[in-house]
């Protein structure tokens, strides 16, 4: 229908990923991480916005997807959360369709060892790839970062 087209043309999707560092003290992340899934769940559900939140050595990494004009306006507030510092962006990119329509925020909070387990690895790999084309680069600085230790990368690496 020609209400579609303009519909799609008028909101374009993005897919966004970043990684950054938590500054407040170990612990208090479980509260942290609690009241971000909170208002998160809430606010992306009301918004159109789906994602999930990642935590693993001191670091987030977040996977959202939503309307391009709603996820920058997300993401301008959690650019300036205190919660957390060193932002920096692994994808934003602009998708045909919805890949995570499930995920509404759900989090993560992996130690060391859950990383190696291959559910947790296919979860990561498979939001990672969906519907962008993969780069090796930013995918391996993803799995380093959540790793965070460039001896255990290499052992995945082999
Ligand atoms: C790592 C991290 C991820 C966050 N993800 C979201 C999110 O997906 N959705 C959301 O509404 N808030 C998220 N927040 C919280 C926002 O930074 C902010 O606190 C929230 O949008 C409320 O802002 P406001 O009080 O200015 O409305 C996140 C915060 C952090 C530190």
């Given amino acids: 229908m020609a209400t579609d087209v303009k519909d799609h043309a008028a909101m374009p999707l993005r897919l966004i990923a970043y990684i950054s560092e938590y500054t407040g003290k170990?612990?208090?992340?479980?509260?942290?991480?609690a009241d971000i899934r909170r208002v998160a769940k809430r606010f992306n559900r009301e918004n159109g916005i789906s994602g999930v939140l990642f935590?693993?050595?001191?670091?987030?990494?977040?996977?959202?997807?939503?309307e391009a004009g709603t996820l920058?306006?997300?993401?301008?507030?959690?650019?300036?959360?205190?919660?957390?510092t060193h932002l920096s962006y692994l994808l934003n990119a602009p998708i045909t369709q919805r890949e995570l329509a499930d995920w509404n925020m759900?989090?993560?909070?992996?130690?060391?060892?859950?990383?190696?387990?291959?559910?947790?690895?296919?979860?990561?790999?498979?939001?990672?790839?969906?519907?962008?084309?993969?780069?090796?680069?930013?995918?391996?600085?993803?799995?380093e970062d959540m790793l965070n230790d460039p001896e255990v990368l290499r052992i995945v690496n082999h």
């Avoid at 990494?61 to 939503?66: A, C, I, K, P, T």
């Avoid at 947790?120 to 995918?139: G, H, K, M």
Wanted: charged share 25%.
């Fill in 55 to 66: 935590f693993l050595n001191n670091r987030f990494m977040q996977v959202l997807e939503g």
């Fill in 26 to 33: 170990p612990e208090n992340i479980g509260a942290d991480l």
């Fill in 106 to 143: 759900d989090t993560f909070h992996l130690t060391q060892s859950e990383v190696f387990r291959p559910q947790t690895l296919q979860a990561v790999t498979r939001i990672y790839t969906a519907n962008v084309e993969p780069d090796a680069r930013s995918f391996l600085t993803l799995l």
């Fill in 72 to 84: 920058s306006a997300l993401l301008r507030k959690i650019e300036a959360d205190p919660r957390h």
